[in-house]
């Protein structure tokens, strides 16, 4: 097993923080690069929002690809994303005292959350199929079982560990390794290629202007890519490449060049994702933010 992909902090020439990145690149359902431990398991937390989208892309024929990108993102609340949430809400039909997030921003609210689009989507799911929309977010509810059961078809396997994410719905344990053959496999999923197109029509709905996952869709052209709290990056390439990446530490920070790493690696161009310069409060280039070696193991004949 190789060692993980380390990124490091340099200021003035000394290195001041390290992250240790676990990095799986699966092709056709086999592995063909790996940096640390493709059997670690850690939660999929919102990289999981566009296979949760799939139930509803499914039931509502009704839904265009920004309802469909807003229920997958884990916007920044800016004014074109809210405007999407509250068209999907007004889809469902819903509103934003039936979101069971809890409130963010300034002044706090429902619809401010980065995850009110998941859950307007979840609302919209719910009318589509008669549920009651009141406590949607439990486990013991038919759209969190829908949930469940949707990344148990595509993972392959039942009894995974689940827990609360931190908008309040259920959340996965996978292996880094599983994850990768979900995304690679997602678009061949019904409803796959319809939230995939979405995804790829609206990257700027998904997070942002300079997060990681929407710079990676608007980068590389056919590309879809989700990421997720405590330092996990989940994408897949057009051509069925599926790329996990997880932050020991869970800072985000180190994903960027780790991507560009793992990227580079595999004979793709990783230049968007080099490494990152750190500047203090006047602007001035201190230091950067870099990969420093190439420690993926690359299995014989696998590509």
Request: proline letters at 6%; a negative charge; glycine letters at 10%.
């Amino acid at each position: 097993m190789a060692e993980p992909i380390r990124v490091t902090v340099v200021r003035g020439g000394t290195v001041e923080s390290e992250h240790r990145v676990h990095a799986v690149a699966v092709r056709n359902g086999e592995l063909v690069a790996s940096a640390g431990d493709p059997s670690l398991v850690t939660f999929m937390r919102s990289s999981a929002k566009p296979i949760q989208a799939l139930p509803l892309a499914r039931a509502r024929v009704d839904l265009d690809d920004r309802d469909l990108a807003i229920a997958s993102a884990s916007h920044l609340a800016d004014e074109a994303q809210l405007a999407a949430v509250r068209a999907l809400l007004a889809k469902a039909p819903a509103t934003e005292d039936d979101l069971e997030c809890g409130p963010e921003g300034d002044p706090p609210s429902r619809l401010n959350h980065n995850c009110s689009g998941k859950h307007a989507g979840m609302l919209a799911l719910c009318r589509a199929n008669d549920w009651p929309t009141q406590d949607y977010r439990l486990p013991a509810h038919p759209c969190q079982e829908a949930m469940l059961a949707e990344v148990a078809s595509l993972a392959g396997a039942g009894g995974m560990p689940t827990a609360i994410d931190g908008c309040g719905v259920v959340t996965f344990a996978l292996s880094l390794e599983v994850m990768a053959r979900i995304f690679q496999r997602f678009e061949q999923a019904e409803g796959g290629q319809s939230v995939a197109a979405a995804m790829r029509a609206h990257p700027e709905l998904i997070r942002g202007p300079r997060a990681l996952d929407t710079n990676l869709m608007q980068a590389l052209p056919g590309w879809i890519a989700k990421g997720g709290a405590e330092g996990l990056l989940c994408a897949a390439s057009a051509e069925g490449l599926g790329l996990v990446l997880k932050v020991e530490d869970g800072t985000n920070r180190a994903l960027r060049p780790a991507l560009g790493s793992l990227l580079e690696t595999l004979g793709l161009d990783g230049s968007a994702f080099a490494a990152v310069p750190i500047r203090n409060s006047r602007g001035e280039v201190v230091g950067e933010l870099a990969a420093v070696e190439k420690s993926l193991h690359r299995p014989v004949d696998s590509c």
